[in-house]
T-cell receptor, first 113, second 114 residues
């Protein structure tokens, strides 16, 4: 099955700086890549996603880029705020079942005020 | 998403007992999932179901069982065969958006077995 690797495992930035989280995937047939934000003790929330026919997608301070050739995708958060502090997970879909997801191990982002 | 509910929020059991975790959704989503989350780790798929009366094993199905008798409900039973059942359990459902599926999570159940 698909293998998704996520880096770094922890990331600490100063408020107002940018944060970048990277994921790689193994199966070139994966075609959908969502990102989730999980605050402590809460459920993961879908924050942005990208599909394999798109190279970049933005939503206010959040953007995701996809490089299909290199099989990696990244989450970019600009002008970080303390409320961005959380664990972020990337995911990719299974090649045979677009309804099945493989998750990265998560990145704990700490935004220091 | 508020349309996916899990109960209870916290659950305590003695070793050797089976326990069933509830998951309900009113979003009319076809697919439902169960994940396990351990501290500092990602989400590991236990079981998933794409339609009623059908389900498939995920990566860590041993010691777990599920049923899908209704579209809205996907209960997970943690059996005494599960060697390390203490974890945070997340239920999810997904909706189809063209050829893609967007997945949404319930609030989770934290199970502690002693």
């Amino acid at each position: 099955g698909e293998n998704v690797e996520q880096h770094p495992s922890t990331l600490s930035v100063q408020e107002g700086d940018s944060a970048v989280i990277k994921c790689t995937y193994s199966d070139s047939a994966s075609n959908y890549f969502p990102w989730y934000k999980q605050e402590l003790g809460k459920r993961p929330q879908l924050i942005i996603d990208i599909r394999s026919n798109v190279g970049e997608k933005k939503d206010q301070r959040i953007a995701v880029t996809l490089n299909k050739t290199a099989k990696h995708f990244s989450l970019h958060i600009t002008e970080t705020q303390p409320e961005d502090s959380a664990v972020y997970f990337c995911a990719a879909t299974d090649r045979n079942n677009f309804n099945k997801f493989y998750f990265g191990s998560g990145t704990k982002l700490n935004v220091k005020p | 998403d508020g349309g996916i509910t899990q109960s209870p929020k916290y659950l305590f059991r003695k070793e050797g007992q089976n326990v069933t975790l509830s998951c309900e959704q009113n979003l009319n989503h076809d697919a439902m999932y169960w994940y396990r989350q351990d501290p500092g780790q990602g989400l590991r798929l236990i079981y998933y179901s794409q339609i009623v009366n059908d389900f498939q094993k995920g990566d860590i199905a041993e010691g777990y069982s599920v049923s899908r008798e209704k579209k809205e409900s996907f209960p997970l039973t943690v059996t005494s065969a599960q060697k390390n059942p203490t974890a945070f359990y997340l239920c999810a459902s997904s909706r189809r958006q063209g050829t893609f599926y967007e997945q949404y999570f319930g609030p989770g159940t934290r199970l502690t077995v002693t």
